[in-house]
């Protein structure tokens, strides 16, 4: 069963070599992630797995010791999802390989796993996933990656569009909550919209709580960039 989980975004700019200059205007940003990893830790899970939204290339699952990099975005960085080689040669998509980064500041050791999520992935679809992910061991956790909308300024990826600070408010309010009936409820189509890419993982972690009365705390809230972001932590 989920024993406990933690919500971070996935921009690269959390990665000080990739933002260079910038790197300070996140700072409290990553230590809300460390905080929440935090959780985790103190949770002792007997598996610890990592949903992130990926691309068609990135996919499905990706076992412990798989490889990321940010190349793409300017810096020779590799990562490597927990400790050991993975069988396979999949690349991990950005937000698994930012979650790898995450996990690597903090020293993890435990059993991972991680699994990247389209986009589009129905609602229905997305709760089976979590509820099949609780129970593949007695203790549980997640580490869920995914930003809010990103069109909350002129000058956000999506441009300004009006509806995305009551969506980014209601998916702040129910990561805060722990409330799973919320996240199910969040409109598919308006996410999609809104370039929200945490709406599925999101949604997958709704799935896998179903059921196990947790209590969640929002340990961040922004949107620098115009994108939402935000730091929840679920015991």
Do not use: I
Request: hydrophobic share 45%; with cysteine.
């Amino acid at each position: 069963m989920l024993v406990a989980a933690a919500v971070c975004p996935c921009p690269p700019l959390l990665v000080p070599e990739v933002a260079a200059g910038a790197a300070p205007e996140l700072d409290v940003a990553r230590r809300a992630c460390a905080d929440a990893l935090g959780v985790l830790a103190a949770a002792r899970p007997d598996l610890l797995v990592v949903v992130g939204p990926a691309g068609p290339e990135g996919r499905g699952p990706h076992p412990q010791g798989s490889r990321g990099d940010f190349r793409g975005f300017g810096v020779d960085l590799q990562v490597r999802l927990g400790n050991g080689e993975a069988a396979s040669e999949g690349a991990l998509p950005p937000s698994l390989s930012l979650a790898a980064w995450l996990l690597g500041r903090t020293g993890w050791s435990g059993p991972l796993e991680g699994l990247g999520v389209g986009e589009d992935l129905p609602a229905a679809r997305c709760a089976e996933t979590g509820r099949e992910l609780a129970g593949r061991a007695d203790r549980v956790a997640l580490l869920v990656m995914g930003d809010g909308s990103a069109c909350r300024t002129l000058k956000a990826p999506g441009y300004l569009d009006e509806r995305a600070a009551g969506f980014d408010a209601e998916a702040a309010r129910a990561l805060g909550a722990a409330d799973t009936a919320a996240l199910l409820a969040l409109d598919e189509e308006l996410a999609y919209g809104l370039k929200a890419a945490g709406r599925a993982p999101w949604q997958v972690l709704a799935g896998a709580a179903d059921g196990a009365g947790m209590a969640g705390q929002l340990l961040y809230e922004g949107a620098p960039y115009g994108v939402g972001y935000f730091v929840a932590a679920w015991t």
